[in-house]
Protein backbone atom coordinates (compact mmCIF):
# COMPACT_ATOMS: atom_id res chain seq x y z
CA UNK A 1 0.00 0.00 0.00
CA UNK A 2 1.54 3.23 -1.05
CA UNK A 3 1.78 6.33 1.34
CA UNK A 4 -1.18 8.77 -0.05
CA UNK A 5 -3.31 5.69 -0.36
CA UNK A 6 -2.75 4.86 3.82
CA UNK A 7 -3.43 8.64 4.43
CA UNK A 8 -6.66 8.25 2.65
CA UNK A 9 -7.89 5.54 4.74
CA UNK A 10 -5.92 7.16 8.05
CA UNK A 11 -8.23 10.23 7.16
CA UNK A 12 -11.71 7.90 7.22
CA UNK A 13 -10.70 5.95 10.03
CA UNK A 14 -10.54 9.35 12.01
CA UNK A 15 -13.77 10.62 10.53
CA UNK A 16 -12.28 13.56 8.36
CA UNK A 17 -13.79 12.71 5.32
CA UNK A 18 -17.03 10.36 4.37
CA UNK A 19 -16.51 6.94 2.20
CA UNK A 20 -17.66 8.66 -0.81
CA UNK A 21 -14.91 10.97 -0.99
CA UNK A 22 -12.22 8.25 0.09
CA UNK A 23 -13.40 6.59 -2.55
CA UNK A 24 -13.41 9.59 -5.21
CA UNK A 25 -9.80 10.24 -3.29
CA UNK A 26 -8.69 6.38 -3.98
CA UNK A 27 -9.88 6.69 -7.66
CA UNK A 28 -8.44 9.73 -8.31
CA UNK A 29 -4.78 8.22 -7.30
CA UNK A 30 -5.33 5.30 -9.71
CA UNK A 31 -6.20 7.51 -12.09
CA UNK A 32 -2.91 9.43 -11.60
CA UNK A 33 -0.93 6.61 -11.32
CA UNK A 34 -0.10 5.56 -14.40
CA UNK A 35 1.35 9.26 -15.31
CA UNK A 36 3.18 9.02 -13.31
CA UNK A 37 4.87 5.60 -14.17
CA UNK A 38 5.35 7.29 -17.91
CA UNK A 39 7.20 10.07 -16.03
CA UNK A 40 11.07 10.12 -16.78
CA UNK A 41 11.92 10.26 -13.97
CA UNK A 42 9.86 7.63 -12.85
CA UNK A 43 11.48 4.98 -15.28
CA UNK A 44 14.19 2.83 -14.56
CA UNK A 45 17.45 4.50 -16.28
CA UNK A 46 19.79 2.84 -17.96
CA UNK A 47 23.05 1.60 -16.76
CA UNK A 48 25.35 4.64 -17.16
CA UNK A 49 28.40 4.70 -19.55
CA UNK A 50 29.93 7.86 -18.85
CA UNK A 51 31.53 9.79 -15.49
CA UNK A 52 30.87 13.52 -16.50
CA UNK A 53 33.12 16.43 -15.15
CA UNK A 54 31.45 19.88 -15.54
CA UNK A 55 33.26 23.37 -14.27
CA UNK A 56 32.00 26.70 -15.20
CA UNK A 57 34.36 29.24 -13.96
CA UNK A 58 34.30 33.00 -14.17
CA UNK A 59 37.55 34.80 -13.48
CA UNK A 60 38.61 38.34 -14.41
CA UNK A 61 34.96 38.74 -16.54
CA UNK A 62 36.71 35.92 -18.72
CA UNK A 63 34.30 32.91 -18.45
CA UNK A 64 35.92 28.96 -18.78
CA UNK A 65 34.73 25.88 -18.80
CA UNK A 66 35.80 22.27 -18.50
CA UNK A 67 33.34 20.19 -19.78
CA UNK A 68 35.44 16.19 -19.49
CA UNK A 69 33.85 12.73 -20.50
CA UNK A 70 34.96 9.67 -19.39
CA UNK A 71 33.83 6.35 -20.17
CA UNK A 72 33.35 4.02 -16.83
CA UNK A 73 34.78 1.13 -19.16
CA UNK A 74 37.83 3.16 -19.51
CA UNK A 75 37.99 3.28 -15.20
CA UNK A 76 37.77 -0.04 -14.78
CA UNK A 77 40.16 -0.74 -16.79
CA UNK A 78 42.54 1.82 -15.28
CA UNK A 79 41.83 0.46 -12.12
CA UNK A 80 43.14 -3.31 -13.54
CA UNK A 81 46.88 -1.15 -13.61
CA UNK A 82 46.77 -1.31 -9.99
CA UNK A 83 47.38 -4.65 -9.72
CA UNK A 84 50.48 -4.65 -11.97
CA UNK A 85 52.53 -1.76 -9.90
CA UNK A 86 55.32 -3.87 -8.39
CA UNK A 87 55.15 -3.84 -4.99
CA UNK A 88 58.60 -2.39 -4.02
CA UNK A 89 57.42 0.62 -6.20
CA UNK A 90 54.16 0.97 -3.77
CA UNK A 91 56.53 0.67 -0.57
CA UNK A 92 58.79 3.55 -2.58
CA UNK A 93 55.35 5.58 -2.62
CA UNK A 94 54.10 4.52 0.98
CA UNK A 95 57.13 6.27 2.27
CA UNK A 96 57.13 9.02 0.28
CA UNK A 97 53.61 9.93 0.96
CA UNK A 98 54.37 9.22 4.90
CA UNK A 99 57.21 12.07 4.44
CA UNK A 100 54.68 14.51 2.93
CA UNK A 101 52.58 14.06 6.31
CA UNK A 102 49.94 11.45 4.70
CA UNK A 103 49.59 8.45 6.08
CA UNK A 104 48.50 6.42 3.38
CA UNK A 105 48.97 2.53 2.93
CA UNK A 106 48.52 2.28 -0.70
CA UNK A 107 49.81 -1.78 0.08
CA UNK A 108 45.97 -1.85 1.22
CA UNK A 109 44.06 -0.60 -1.75
CA UNK A 110 42.71 -3.83 -3.44
CA UNK A 111 41.88 -3.87 -7.49
CA UNK A 112 38.48 -5.56 -6.00
CA UNK A 113 37.88 -2.11 -3.50
CA UNK A 114 38.17 -0.11 -6.65
CA UNK A 115 36.19 -2.24 -8.41
CA UNK A 116 33.23 -1.68 -6.44
CA UNK A 117 33.96 1.56 -5.82
CA UNK A 118 33.53 2.06 -9.77
CA UNK A 119 30.18 0.20 -9.79
CA UNK A 120 28.58 2.43 -7.30
CA UNK A 121 30.25 5.71 -9.15
CA UNK A 122 26.86 5.95 -10.95
CA UNK A 123 24.91 6.80 -7.75
CA UNK A 124 27.07 9.80 -6.92
CA UNK A 125 26.39 13.44 -7.85
CA UNK A 126 28.99 16.18 -7.02
CA UNK A 127 27.39 19.76 -6.97
CA UNK A 128 29.19 22.74 -6.06
CA UNK A 129 28.12 26.04 -6.83
CA UNK A 130 30.11 29.28 -5.70
CA UNK A 131 29.36 32.90 -7.21
CA UNK A 132 32.72 32.53 -9.50
CA UNK A 133 32.39 28.66 -10.08
CA UNK A 134 30.10 25.78 -10.78
CA UNK A 135 31.26 22.02 -10.42
CA UNK A 136 29.27 18.99 -11.22
CA UNK A 137 30.76 15.59 -11.38
CA UNK A 138 27.62 12.88 -12.04
CA UNK A 139 27.56 9.73 -14.39
CA UNK A 140 25.32 9.58 -17.33
CA UNK B 1 36.80 -1.51 -29.54
CA UNK B 2 40.03 -0.29 -30.44
CA UNK B 3 39.56 3.69 -30.97
CA UNK B 4 38.86 4.76 -34.77
CA UNK B 5 39.11 8.47 -35.19
CA UNK B 6 41.03 10.99 -32.83
CA UNK B 7 39.63 14.61 -33.11
CA UNK B 8 41.80 17.30 -32.28
CA UNK B 9 40.18 21.52 -32.16
CA UNK B 10 43.08 24.19 -31.10
CA UNK B 11 40.70 27.63 -31.15
CA UNK B 12 42.90 30.72 -30.51
CA UNK B 13 42.33 34.72 -30.19
CA UNK B 14 43.29 36.20 -33.69
CA UNK B 15 44.38 33.24 -34.84
CA UNK B 16 43.34 30.40 -37.78
CA UNK B 17 41.31 27.30 -35.44
CA UNK B 18 43.25 24.54 -35.83
CA UNK B 19 41.44 21.30 -36.38
CA UNK B 20 43.08 17.69 -37.06
CA UNK B 21 41.37 14.61 -37.34
CA UNK B 22 43.38 11.43 -37.12
CA UNK B 23 42.57 8.37 -38.08
CA UNK B 24 43.86 6.02 -35.59
CA UNK B 25 44.54 2.62 -37.23
CA UNK B 26 45.87 4.10 -40.35
CA UNK B 27 48.36 5.92 -38.62
CA UNK B 28 49.13 3.03 -36.11
CA UNK B 29 49.41 0.88 -39.57
CA UNK B 30 52.41 3.46 -40.63
CA UNK B 31 54.11 3.75 -36.99
CA UNK B 32 54.22 0.17 -36.57
CA UNK B 33 58.07 0.19 -36.30
CA UNK B 34 57.98 2.42 -34.13
CA UNK B 35 54.84 0.43 -32.23
CA UNK B 36 56.65 -3.32 -32.40
CA UNK B 37 59.84 -1.34 -30.86
CA UNK B 38 58.04 0.55 -27.79
CA UNK B 39 56.27 -2.97 -27.49
CA UNK B 40 59.21 -4.81 -26.98
CA UNK B 41 61.03 -1.99 -24.68
CA UNK B 42 57.60 -2.52 -22.55
CA UNK B 43 58.19 -6.26 -22.41
CA UNK B 44 61.59 -5.99 -21.34
CA UNK B 45 60.72 -3.26 -18.75
CA UNK B 46 57.77 -5.97 -17.39
CA UNK B 47 60.75 -8.67 -17.32
CA UNK B 48 63.01 -6.20 -15.17
CA UNK B 49 60.36 -5.29 -12.58
CA UNK B 50 59.05 -8.81 -12.77
CA UNK B 51 55.80 -7.70 -14.02
CA UNK B 52 53.32 -10.45 -15.58
CA UNK B 53 53.84 -9.94 -19.22
CA UNK B 54 50.83 -11.04 -20.26
CA UNK B 55 48.63 -9.11 -17.80
CA UNK B 56 50.00 -5.97 -18.74
CA UNK B 57 49.59 -6.74 -22.63
CA UNK B 58 46.01 -7.53 -21.58
CA UNK B 59 45.30 -4.78 -18.95
CA UNK B 60 47.32 -2.42 -21.62
CA UNK B 61 44.58 -3.76 -24.40
CA UNK B 62 41.52 -3.00 -22.37
CA UNK B 63 42.51 0.34 -21.48
CA UNK B 64 43.27 1.24 -25.62
CA UNK B 65 39.88 -0.77 -26.00
CA UNK B 66 38.22 1.87 -23.20
CA UNK B 67 38.76 4.86 -24.61
CA UNK B 68 36.29 5.11 -27.34
CA UNK B 69 33.61 7.75 -25.77
CA UNK B 70 36.32 9.76 -24.08
CA UNK B 71 36.11 13.33 -24.50
CA UNK B 72 37.93 16.64 -23.04
CA UNK B 73 36.97 19.91 -23.72
CA UNK B 74 38.48 22.77 -22.06
CA UNK B 75 37.57 26.62 -22.75
CA UNK B 76 39.19 29.91 -20.85
CA UNK B 77 38.39 33.36 -22.41
CA UNK B 78 39.32 32.67 -26.38
CA UNK B 79 41.22 29.72 -26.00
CA UNK B 80 39.66 26.26 -26.51
CA UNK B 81 40.62 23.02 -26.52
CA UNK B 82 39.49 19.75 -28.06
CA UNK B 83 40.20 16.28 -27.80
CA UNK B 84 37.50 13.52 -28.26
CA UNK B 85 38.05 10.28 -28.92
CA UNK B 86 35.80 7.83 -31.36
Known amino acids: MNEQRKDILDMLAAGKITVDEAEQLIAALERDQPLVATLPEARPKGKPKYLRVLVDTLEAGEPGRVNVRVPLQLLRAGVKLVA ?57 | MMPQLLTVRVDRRHRRPVRLWIPVLPVALILAPLLVLALLGGIIACLIFRISVPRTLGTGWRVVSALPGTRVDIKDGHTAFLVSIR
Open chain 1, 84 to 140: LIPPQALQHANAEMHKSGVPFDLTQLKPEQLEALIEHLDEMTVDVDQPDAKVRVFCE
